[in-house]
């Protein structure tokens, strides 16, 4: 393992950091290296650790291992807050703030501003699930004032620039010419010593050049004085900004958002002219949320429109939607069992298994359809145990082609439910709800829909005459 640090910002306009980020990057060995954990099924045979080994790891997980470094690794006024380095900085330049949640406080006045933020500090850390919670020191800034007496610059034949050029140049420093050495290029800085500019009695004294060729000391035409003001001042959507970082863990970002703005809500009250905005992945959370209240209608729409076109019936089609519902329930279940949140890649997870719902009903409903047809076609269809019989021989019959079609898609899934790789937490949120619903919906294919095929065929079609016999009836199989 190797460890990385950097202290400020970089001299960039892309790098959006504070003065006072300090970044760390933990570079980790390979997990194959990582030190051994005690499981459940540490102590038991070969065979049971073997099985056991490929739901949990035997090393330490990931998880395990930040809330370790997390306890750990605790320093006064550096709060932890735990990402990647590439979704870090996407983060940042896409919402500005750095940590899975953030409050975006605005306002005019900055002071204001900070204590707001250090009050919703002092809530959210109450909330369940805050790993760290930290508010921008907006106000915490330390300057040096130039106060420049225009009448004492008129006297000396001064102008405002010629002061301004002094401070500039001789005091904060002014590059002059570039030195090459080979390849490399460096800039050559020239001002005072730091021991005629560290201290506030020797800067009055810096000598100022006049027309008349006099030197005068700063002190006759300038006050000097140490203010405090913002270190960093932040704008957004034309508002003075401050920005307060959480970082989460243990449940999902939506549920701890609703229940810190509650908890907000209650006990801080905004003065007038002040707002608050809920950012980070939350932000992000809304965007698609909106985006899902109309992709999953559309994904439903289309999937009926097509069941429609291929089965020309309004009741097929229902029965074969009826799978949806069902399936959600072992989605459902298997996120739980598996601790996992509800999150974009189970809502894809969600959406696919709509996708594959339909496949398996659809044939489901083929098989059915074929020996209802089947016995029609050969005058066997005359009362309710002949419907009973061909949708038994229809359903149970042909159990092994239907439990062929699921485990196939079974044996794709859930190599990816094993998966510990790069991109293996995403994708196993995404293929959680297709085992789950798979399961579910396959009992509800062989339990539900031959009884409620059953009850469309007898009381709606052949109770009403819609399907006839034929006139001369073939001998059942059995008789000959």
Do not use: C
Not at 60 to 77: C, H, S, V, Y
Not at 343 to 372: C, P, R
């Amino acid at each position: 393992m190797s460890v990385f640090g950097k202290a400020g910002r970089a001299d960039s306009p892309t790098d959006p950091a504070p003065f006072s980020m300090v970044e760390t990057t933990v570079v980790l060995k390979p997990e194959s290296e990582w030190r051994a954990a005690h499981r459940w099924y540490s102590d038991g045979p070969r065979f049971i650790r073997w099985i056991g080994a490929r739901f949990v790891p035997e090393h330490i997980t990931f998880d395990e291992l930040q809330a370790e470094m997390n306890e750990k690794l605790r320093f006064p006024g550096i709060p932890n807050i735990w990402t990647q380095p590439i979704k870090n900085r996407i983060d940042m330049l896409s919402t500005g703030v750095r940590t899975p949640i953030g409050v975006k406080i605005f306002g005019p006045d900055l002071k204001t501003i900070q204590g707001l933020g250090e009050r919703l500090e002092s809530i959210l850390r109450d909330v369940p699930g805050t790993r760290s919670v930290l508010a921008e020191r907006t106000a915490g800034g330390y300057y040096m004032d130039f106060v420049l007496h225009r009448d004492e610059l008129a006297r000396y034949g001064l102008t405002i620039d010629d002061a301004q050029m002094i401070v500039t140049s001789a005091i904060g420093g002014e590059n002059v010419t570039t030195t090459v050495e080979g390849r490399e290029r460096y800039p050559v800085n020239v001002r005072y010593g730091r021991e005629f500019r560290d201290d506030l009695e020797r800067l009055k004294r810096t000598l100022v050049p006049t027309p008349s060729g006099a030197q005068i000391p700063m002190a006759q035409i300038a006050d000097l004085k140490l203010v405090e003001g913002p270190s960093m001042i932040r704008d957004e959507n034309g508002q003075l900004a401050g920005y307060v970082y959480v970082d989460m863990a243990g449940r999902d970002v939506g549920g701890y958002v609703t229940e810190a703005k509650a908890r907000v809500q209650e006990q801080l009250e905004l003065p007038k002219g002040y707002t608050l905005t809920w950012s980070g992945q939350y932000e992000n959370m809304l965007r698609v949320r909106e985006r899902l209240k109309v992709v999953l209608p559309l994904t439903l729409f289309l999937i009926a429109l097509l069941l429609y076109t291929n089965t020309k019936s309004g009741v097929k089609t229902a029965i074969v939607l009826l799978a949806v519902p069902f399936s959600l329930v072992g989605a459902v279940w298997l996120l739980f069992a598996l601790g996992y949140n509800v999150s974009i890649a189970v809502w894809v997870g969600m959406i696919a298994l709509m996708g594959l719902d339909a496949e398996t009903g659809v044939f489901m409903l083929l098989f059915l359809d074929l020996a209802y047809e089947e016995r029609v076609r050969l005058g066997l269809m005359r009362n309710e145990a002949d419907l009973t019989e061909a949708i038994i021989h229809g359903a149970v019959r042909r159990v092994r082609p239907k439990m062929m079609t699921v485990a196939a898609a079974f044996m794709g899934l859930l190599p990816v439910m094993w998966a510990t790789g790069a991109g293996a937490d995403v994708m196993k949120r995404v293929a959680a709800p297709m085992v789950g619903g798979l399961f579910t919906s396959f009992a509800l294919e062989l339990l539900v829909y031959p009884a409620i095929y059953a009850i469309w065929k007898w009381r709606f079609e052949m109770k009403r005459g819609r399907t006839v016999p034929q006139p001369k009836a073939l001998p059942h199989p059995a008789a000959a």
